[in-house]
């Protein structure tokens, strides 16, 4: 009997992301082990990623950057990604040169993470299908890299949210 170890290879490559997509790992943390990074997510809260589901905005994933608390509803949620900070001198310059990362800026706090100069930004702006949504950034300056931390939601919303995102922006470690 010939055996086709293309299609096994394939098979199993297959069969190793379906169960890595649907079994998370650590639904309670988002980690991104290319820059030690870790973070709790809320209480009741998923670690995943968005789905290509038309029913689902975000599904449970391992490696997932993104947090939600409802699978079927687009806000609210959190995610974490990263930037080069080229070509850009300074975190402020990049902060303040890109409004369109986080919308239009309510305040800017200069604080440290885990010991990283990092800028806090409230924000205000337009999210899906225009509905006025509120968030939290956080951008850490590790290198030359900037890692972006957010939770959005609802403007209406955000007031009882806001402690909640703080809480879990609190628990972020950086090795």
Same mark, same amino acid.
């Given at each position: 009997?010939?055996?086709?170890?293309?299609?096994?290879?394939?098979?199993? /490559?297959?069969?190793?992301?379906?169960?890595? $997509?649907?079994?998370?790992?650590?639904?309670?943390?988002?980690?991104?082990? *290319? /820059?030690?990074? *870790?973070?709790?997510?809320?209480?009741?809260?998923?670690?995943? $990623?968005?789905?290509?589901?038309?029913?689902?905005?975000?599904?449970?994933?391992?490696?997932?950057?993104?947090?939600?608390?409802?699978?079927?509803?687009?806000?609210?949620?959190?995610?974490?990604?990263?930037?080069?900070?080229?070509?850009? %001198?300074?975190?402020?310059?990049?902060?303040?040169?890109?409004?369109?990362?986080?919308?239009?800026?309510?305040?800017?706090?200069?604080?440290?993470?885990?010991?990283?100069?990092?800028?806090?930004?409230?924000?205000?702006?337009?999210?899906?299908?225009?509905?006025?949504?509120?968030?939290?950034?956080?951008?850490?300056?590790?290198?030359?890299?900037? /890692?972006?931390? %957010?939770?959005?939601?609802?403007?209406?919303?955000?007031?009882?949210?806001?402690?909640?995102?703080?809480?879990?922006?609190?628990?972020?470690?950086?090795?």
């Amino acid at each position: 009997m010939k055996v086709n170890h293309s299609r096994l290879l394939l098979i199993s /490559i297959l069969s190793l992301t379906v169960n890595i $997509c649907s079994h998370p790992a650590n639904p309670g943390k988002i980690v991104v082990r *290319e /820059i030690n990074f *870790e973070m709790k997510v809320p209480s009741g809260w998923k670690a995943g $990623c968005p789905s290509v589901q038309s029913r689902r905005k975000f599904k449970p994933a391992v490696n997932g950057d993104y947090c939600f608390r409802c699978e079927r509803n687009a806000y609210p949620f959190g995610r974490v990604w990263v930037m080069k900070l080229a070509p850009f %001198s300074t975190l402020e310059e990049l902060v303040n040169s890109i409004p369109s990362l986080h919308g239009m800026a309510l305040d800017q706090t200069r604080i440290q993470v885990c010991g990283y100069d990092a800028i806090q930004v409230h924000s205000a702006g337009l999210g899906e299908n225009r509905q006025p949504v509120k968030g939290i950034y956080r951008y850490i300056l590790k290198g030359d890299s900037v /890692i972006i931390v %957010s939770f959005l939601t609802i403007a209406d919303s955000f007031a009882q949210q806001e402690s909640l995102f703080l809480s879990a922006l609190n628990t972020i470690e950086i090795k």
